[in-house]
């Protein structure tokens, strides 16, 4: 399994059960596929090294941590730094923090539709926003998209 794993991360989908809560097989998958984190046993989606592995691997990875880390301001950022979008799976206070939002937007300009209702009023998020995706303007509250 450990082979197959190393090969294609959701091979751990095929998996006796028990395997999926193995942490040196989970890992070897989320360093192949970080969304293969979805496939390990939860107690797995607690361990907060395993969790950062897959997230710096893909950030919509993040959708599967557990609640806490979904709070974990450095794991968001990780997240977002690799995916903008995974700011949608992030705490709301995070969705509410300036730098984190900013991270996200640079990465995909999308993302702002995922920022607290301020940040989509803030003119310096919108504009990075708009520079990585224009069509991101949308996203952006009306007074600030008549700018």
Do not use: N
């Amino acid at each position: 399994v450990m082979q197959a794993v190393r090969q294609e991360g959701w091979a751990l989908e095929f998996a006796a059960e028990d395997l999926k809560g193995d942490r040196d097989l989970v890992l070897e998958a989320v360093r192949k596929r970080g969304r293969a984190l979805q496939l390990a046993h939860e107690d797995l989606t607690r361990d907060r090294d395993l969790v950062l592995e897959a997230v710096r691997q893909e950030g919509l990875a993040l959708e599967f941590a557990a609640e806490d880390f979904k709070r974990d301001r450095d794991l968001v950022l990780e997240a977002v730094r690799k995916s903008g979008r995974a700011l949608q799976f992030a705490h709301e206070d995070l969705q509410g923090d300036r730098d984190v939002v900013l991270e996200a937007v640079r990465e995909a300009g999308e993302a702002l539709r995922f920022a607290a209702d301020g940040l989509r009023r803030d003119r310096v998020v919108v504009l990075e926003a708009a520079r990585q995706d224009v069509q991101a303007l949308s996203c952006a509250a009306l007074e600030v998209r008549h700018d």
